[in-house]
C-alpha cells in the first residue's frame, strides 16, 4: 500500500507540474491560433513602418484579447516613437504619421517602450517622446528580459 501512495503521489505530482505548462484549451485565439506574448524588436526607423504594419496584421489573425505584444524602440527606431514623427510619402502623396498608427495600436492594447540610453544618445527631448511611449533602461535588454519571460521574438 505504502508502494501504490508514493506512485499515486508522484503522478499527481507530475500532473500538476505539467498542468503550470499546458496551454488553457478553452481559450483559443482566431484562426487557430493559440494565445501568445509577443516583443517585436525595433531598432531601425526604415523598418519601423512596416513593424508596425506587422503588428496591426498579428493582433488582427490572433484578436486583441488573445495577444500581448510590446514593441522595444532603441537606436533610430526609436525616432518612431518621437512626436511628429513622419514617415515617406505613399505613392498617392499620403505621408505616413506614426503617432497615429501609434496611438491607434496602444488603443488596442499595445506597450511601447523607448530606450533610455538611445535618447541620451541621440539627444531626443524627453518631451517630444510619444505619449504612449514608455522609457526603459536599454532596449537591448529589455529583449533579452521578455523573452525570458516567455516572449516570443519578433525582429521585423
Keep these: 500500500m505504502k508502494l501504490l501512495s508514493k506512485a499515486a503521489l508522484i503522478a499527481a505530482g507530475v500532473a ?7 496551454v488553457d484549451p478553452s481559450k483559443p485565439a482566431k484562426n487557430g491560433y493559440m494565445q501568445q506574448k509577443v516583443v517585436y524588436h525595433v531598432n531601425n526607423i526604415h ?15 490572433l484578436g486583441d484579447e488573445n495577444i500581448e505584444v510590446i514593441v522595444v524602440t532603441h537606436s533610430s ?15 498617392k502623396g499620403k505621408v505616413y504619421n506614426f503617432n497615429d498608427q501609434i496611438a491607434g495600436l496602444a488603443n488596442r492594447g499595445v ?13 531626443i527631448p524627453k518631451d517630444k517622446i510619444n505619449e504612449n ?3 526603459i533602461p536599454s532596449g ?9 519571460h516567455g516572449y516570443l521574438y519578433v525582429k521585423p
Design 16 to 22: 500538476v507540474a505539467a498542468s503550470a505548462y499546458a
Design 47 to 61: 523598418t519601423a513602418k512596416g513593424a508596425l504594419r506587422n503588428v496591426k496584421n498579428h493582433l488582427n489573425a
Design 77 to 91: 527606431g526609436a525616432f518612431a516613437m518621437v512626436d511628429g514623427a513622419m514617415g515617406k510619402k505613399n505613392k
Design 111 to 123: 506597450k511601447f517602450t523607448i530606450c533610455a540610453n538611445t535618447i541620451r544618445g541621440k539627444k
Design 140 to 148: 537591448v535588454a529589455h529583449v533579452a528580459h521578455l523573452q525570458q
Design 133 to 135: 511611449a514608455e522609457v
